[in-house]
């Protein structure tokens, strides 16, 4: 149980909130946040809904997206028909890792506007490229990022 339960709670709808602002539906950001801060270790989805006030079909929704993007594992529980989700250790990057081809997805789609416009002075193909070399970018240094942030995770200080 937290000290002050009204600053955790605005933790986790500010942060939610910055999250949305960023392109992450808001309901899942607000599930990620309310698992994020729990003391439990998880929460079951009458948990959830108690908590952040809407139904269960929005919690439904919002964990199933959660799971598909791998940040939230569901967890039977013994003697009980509900379920309890968490989070995986490492869910903060777990979605990077997946051997998700997003980057370069959205680099091949910028590609493909590229060609659609067919006019190499067009103000819309410099931006095309720039996003396309950009999402290139990102697509070969994550890796790496990832293997930097795993090690000043685990180093103690």
Do not use: C
């Amino acid at each position: 149980m937290a000290t002050d339960e009204q600053a955790l709670h605005d933790v986790v709808e500010h942060t939610a909130a910055i999250l949305t602002a960023a392109g992450f539906p808001k309901q899942p950001a607000r599930v990620l946040m309310a698992l994020t801060v729990s003391t439990t270790g998880g929460l079951t989805a009458q948990e959830l809904s108690e908590q952040l006030g809407v139904s269960a079909a929005a919690i439904s929704g919002a964990v199933r997206y959660l799971q598909t993007i791998g940040i939230v594992r569901r967890l039977s529980q013994t003697g009980s028909r509900r379920d309890r989700y968490e989070l995986p250790e490492n869910a903060w990057y777990t979605a990077l890792t997946s051997e998700s081809p997003i980057y370069g997805v959205l680099a091949a789609q910028a590609d493909a506007g590229v060609a659609a416009i067919d006019d190499p002075s067009s103000v819309a193909t410099a931006r095309l490229t720039e996003m396309a070399r950009f999402y290139r970018f990102l697509e070969t240094r994550m890796p790496q990022l990832l293997i930097e942030w795993e090690a000043v995770r685990n180093r103690i200080d």
